[in-house]
């Protein structure tokens, strides 16, 4: 069907990474946040495909706190997101975050999903190769759940994300990708709960999903919104 014919098929709105962080910038511009008084945080994969978004973000805000981990998994827990609120500006008594978290799957110019081309390598890789060897774990019925010291952060992509799947069901890519981005956004919104003081603090939480073309990177936006003052605000993008 080709690139375009499946990008449209099974995502309803999509913009270039550029084009997502400036509408997510201008929306919270008119909340307050700017890159003079909000620190940003990112959560992305850590594959060098992903990295685009990383230089676009910092373009509109500045240095970003690092939360990434392989599929975009928010790993960093309390102690990562304390200490990203300790370096934010402090504005009139305020502090200001604003998160971008997101996985991503690649989609190549004949519009197969999870496949992609890599510089300086002959035929095809997979995108995100994380998520990818976790479904054919699964599809083969031998997933391994103990930790693996020497393989830490696919050990517990396995763990927290079989708790998101139904038992006996094996999702394909693109939906094991909308599974990891309902993960990632809980986790991060668990762990804001937690730890940041609405009083004192507003922030932003940007989800969607990171989508690999075949000559450049988009971005499917999911959850966005802001909290001000107590009160939760809909980004509309």
């Known amino acids: ?51 685009s978004i990383r230089s676009v973000i910092k373009h509109m805000w500045g240095e970003a706190f690092n939360f990434s981990s392989l599929a975009g998994m ?9 200490a990203a609120m300790h370096h934010a500006p402090i504005e009139n008594g305020k502090e200001r975050y604003v998160f971008y978290a997101m996985p991503h799957i690649a989609i190549n110019e004949k519009g197969r999903i999870g496949v992609c081309k890599r510089e300086g390598r002959a035929g095809e890789s997979t995108a995100c190769g994380a998520l990818y060897a976790f479904q054919k774990e699964m599809a083969n019925g031998k997933v391994n759940l103990t930790m693996d010291n020497e393989d830490v952060e696919q050990s517990l992509i396995r763990m927290r994300l079989l708790r998101e799947i139904p038992y006996g069901h094996v999702p394909d890519l693109l939906e094991l990708t909308k599974t990891t981005l309902k993960a990632i956004q809980a986790d991060i919104e668990t762990t804001i709960n937690n730890v940041v003081d609405t009083g004192k603090s507003n922030y932003a939480v940007i989800t969607g999903i990171q989508i690999n073309g075949p000559d450049s990177n988009y971005v499917w936006p999911a959850a966005c919104y802001a909290v001000v003052t107590g009160e939760k605000i809909t980004l509309n993008i």
């Open 74 to 82: 928010f790993f960093a827990g309390k102690t990562g997101l304390a």
């Open 1 to 51: 069907m080709g690139f375009e014919n499946i990008l449209k098929k099974y995502f309803d709105k999509t913009f270039t990474e550029i084009e997502f962080v400036k509408r997510t910038y201008e929306a919270l511009e008119q909340l307050g946040f700017n890159n003079e008084n909000t620190i940003a945080g990112k959560c992305i994969c850590r594959d060098e495909i992903s990295q």
